[in-house]
């Protein structure tokens, strides 16, 4: 696990007091430095910001239900911020991290410390910037192991390794998203996809670079596999393995014994591979699933799975058969077969007293061009939307907001509903192609049971959707295709053991059923996690109010926050 330091770098400010107590407290201190590096990939060098000097950045390891402290210190070129993806962070948004959500901008030159508040997480995720585009080299692991005393439901692996797949453009991204904004077009699509930062020696100049993972024959290793790419889910494999799935998003599941996953941006999962092949090398790879109808990166990635030994190095390295990237029914079936553990020792409680119900639709629409003069279609403007409303990201936070009583920041009326019903998933309505804009967030009081439909919509690019909600995790608990039928769809829910996640794939011109309980008082952004479609506006904010005790209450802020402005 490069990167990983154990008790972070002590800051070089650190007053003697403050280094005895780290070195004397279980809590873990790290410390981030953004800064611009040189990186050679696909035979080109070019810049980009990193954390600490990696790509991949560091991994962070703790133990269930710990509390760590990160100071993030920005030498680079943009303002920044750090997204803990996954971390529930009980009662305190503050340290959750997307810009001028719940903070503005760490600007270049300063620092700001997160406290990160682990809970009842356990197995992986991982961290990214939440600025703009720069997750794509700003980015890393988070591993989550059990707590003091306890063990996983099934035998400890031999040893861990995260497996991060991430794009790589040879093109500054911040230039790719800003283009695309001014011109009104699609972005350009990533120049490849890498394994741990790497294209793979598919690609003649990347051989000697090639990850690596380096196995001992008989043993069974944990890969921790998040989805860091921008904007493609994933088919991942490795050639004449067998995987078992046994986490997703830091929540367990019935194993999945399987021959590939299908894994959406922002999603992680833990799977067993136990190198039980005659030894030789064997290639990992990742290609994309891609069911709409925009340009996405249609290439390969790789790693080698590299068995110790002795014996002659293979001519040729076998790859693994992934499914066609428009093979929706391999993507089906994988993803059906995700269930939580629900067992004594991890229990899941699904919410079953309903006092709050959002329909939501997701769209991609238009924004009126003036002089018809943009590049997306109908020479106007690309959007997207939430019940045909665009998200506008203001330029103070909205946490700050609600919390300080600021007028004008945002509304507190984004609808339950869309603003009219039809076939959704057939019907191409001309009344919607246009959304409205504008900051809308939705209140729900503190202790409600939450269910959202998400449904998707054959607008502009109907494609699967992976919504990510902040500060909670949630239940699967139904899905299909075509519209959401009030009546009939419920009969289909999984009340027993749904997948417990914090991001879910929405399929094409289908729907997906959520509940959660809101018990975790804050301001909790939600979002595409394809980027380019939250970059679009498929966003919104959810206000989950104070209860009426101290540990149901939002925490107050901490000293010091990123000012709104470089003054």
Request: a neutral charge.
């Amino acid at each position: 696990m490069a990167g990983f330091n154990k008790m972070g770098v002590i800051l070089l400010a650190a007053s003697l007091g403050f280094m005895f107590l780290q070195l004397c407290s279980a809590t873990r201190y790290y410390d981030f430095v953004l800064k611009e590096t040189n990186f050679t990939r696909l035979c080109s060098t070019k810049s980009i910001l990193t954390v600490n000097g990696s790509f991949p950045g560091p991994t962070i390891k703790v133990h269930k239900g710990e509390t760590i402290y990160v100071n993030v210190h920005n030498q680079g070129l943009y303002g920044v911020t750090i997204h803990w993806h996954g971390v529930k962070q009980p009662r305190n948004p503050w340290s959750d991290g997307p810009e001028n959500i719940t903070q503005c901008p760490i600007q270049p030159g300063s620092s700001f410390t997160y406290e990160v508040v682990f809970s009842n997480e356990e197995g992986t995720l991982w961290w990214h910037a939440h600025s703009d585009w720069t997750r794509a080299t700003v980015h890393g692991a988070i591993v989550i192991l059990p707590a003091a005393g306890t063990k996983y439901p099934f035998a400890a692996p031999h040893a861990q390794h995260p497996i991060i797949l991430g794009s790589w453009f040879k093109s500054d991204v911040m230039e790719v998203i800003n283009s695309a904004l001014a011109t009104g077009a699609d972005p350009n699509i990533s120049d490849a996809f890498t394994i741990n930062g790497q294209p793979g020696d598919l690609y003649s100049c990347s051989k000697a670079s090639t990850y690596r993972l380096k196995v001992d024959y008989g043993k069974t290793y944990m890969l921790r596999i998040i989805n860091a790419i921008m904007n493609e889910e994933q088919f991942f494999a490795i050639a004449n393995h067998t995987l078992t799935v046994v986490t997703q998003d830091a929540a367990y599941i019935k194993p999945i014994t399987t021959s590939y996953i299908m894994i959406t941006p922002g999603q992680t999962m833990d799977v067993l591979v136990t190198a039980n092949q005659p030894r030789s090398h064997y290639y990992m790879a990742s290609s994309a699933y891609a069911d709409g109808i925009v340009p996405f990166n249609n290439s390969t990635t790789t790693a080698i799975l590299q068995y110790r030994g002795n014996y002659s190095t293979p001519s040729t390295i076998p790859l693994p058969s992934l499914p066609i990237y428009n093979d929706t029914t391999a993507a089906d079936s994988f993803t059906a077969l995700l269930k939580s553990l629900a067992s004594k020792a991890h229990p899941i409680s699904v919410p079953t007293k309903i006092t709050t119900r959002i329909y939501m639709t997701i769209a991609i629409n238009e924004r009126i061009c003036p002089n018809a003069s943009c590049a997306g279609p109908d020479n106007n403007a690309i959007a997207a939307s939430l019940n045909n409303i665009s998200f506008e990201t203001p330029s103070i936070d909205i946490l700050q907001a609600y919390y300080g009583g600021i007028n004008g920041v945002f509304e507190g009326n984004f609808p339950s509903n869309p603003p009219h019903f039809y076939n959704f998933t057939g019907d191409y309505d001309n009344s919607t192609i246009y959304p409205t804009f504008g900051a809308k967030v939705k209140f729900i009081k503190y202790g409600e049971g939450v269910e959202i439909v998400f449904q998707g919509t054959n607008l502009i690019a109907p494609e699967n959707h992976p919504m990510h909600l902040h500060g909670f995790s949630f239940y699967v608990i139904g899905t299909g295709y075509g519209n959401f039928n009030a009546t009939e769809s419920p009969k289909t829910y999984n009340l027993v053991d749904p997948p417990e996640v914090n991001t879910v794939g929405v399929p094409k011109n289908g729907w997906t059923t959520i509940r959660f309980l809101a018990d975790n008082p804050g301001v909790w952004f939600m979002h595409c996690h394809l980027e380019r479609h939250s970059s679009w506006g498929m966003d919104t904010v959810i206000i989950v109010r104070n209860g009426n005790t101290t540990k149901s209450k939002l925490r107050p802020p901490p000293a010091h926050m990123p000012p709104c402005s470089k003054s």
